[in-house]
């Protein structure tokens, strides 16, 4: 039962973590960083929860209550607006018009370089007069509207 309960207090303390401390256009992009930083992470986390305990019964606990923590996640997240803006965030308005939103960019830690490059990408666009609105979507990415289409 030990394993249970530690399995669900690290999913909701990493949830947290990744939600607050990485944010959206962290998990939208990884870079070889991000990846290593998981890799590290998912084995830190796999000695705390199974640690001596690596009989089947104790794994299948584990990942058991993992996965219903997060059918349980997403079932608050269906019913709960709030929930869902907490975990998944709400889209964020980087650029209107051609004029970058600074302080947007700050909190969500995305340079104009970034919006640039999804508008080359995205959109064919090379300039930052031509886009009409760039917002940074829930799942990391950045959407880019043309300027003659808002």
Not at 46 to 72: K, M, N, R, Y
Not at 115 to 123: F, K, T
Request: net charge neutral; hydrophobic share 50%; with cysteine.
């Amino acid at each position: 039962m030990d394993s249970v309960v530690k399995a669900a207090i690290l999913y909701l303390v990493l949830l947290a973590l990744f939600r607050i401390v990485a944010g959206r256009r962290t998990l939208g992009e990884m870079t070889v960083f991000d990846l290593l930083v998981l890799l590290i992470v998912g084995d830190v986390v796999q000695e705390f929860l199974i640690g001596s305990d690596a009989s089947l019964t104790g794994v299948v606990l584990v990942i058991g209550t993992l996965l219903l923590a997060d059918v349980g996640l997403s079932i608050l997240k269906s019913r709960f607006r709030t929930v869902a803006q907490w975990v998944e965030g709400v889209p964020t308005i980087l650029c209107r018009q051609g004029e970058l939103d600074r302080e947007a960019l700050r909190k969500a830690r995305v340079r104009e370089e970034d919006i640039l490059a999804s508008a080359r990408q995205h959109q064919g666009i090379a300039r930052l007069e031509d886009i009409g609105l760039a917002t940074l979507e829930t799942n990391g990415s950045i959407s880019i509207v043309p300027r003659d289409r808002v």
